[in-house]
């Protein structure tokens, strides 16, 4: 049981490494803060410090 609760946290922060790629830290400084923290506040923290797009004026 202990195997596939590891495995799905693991998953869950590769998951989280590839959504963070495209951040300043990249994908493995996203996935290792992951793992150190917790895929779930690490998806919280992307979604927070992301900045926001402007929206294009439309002419």
Known sequence: MI?????IYILL?????VV???S???FFGT??????????LMIFLLIA??????PKAST
């Open 3 to 7: 195997y596939i609760v590891a495995f």
């Open 13 to 17: 922060a590769l998951l989280v490494g």
């Open 20 to 22: 963070g790629s495209g």
């Open 24 to 26: 300043r830290i990249g």
């Open 31 to 40: 996935f290792v803060l992951s793992l150190l923290l917790t895929p779930l």
């Open 49 to 54: 410090l992301t900045p926001r797009r402007k």
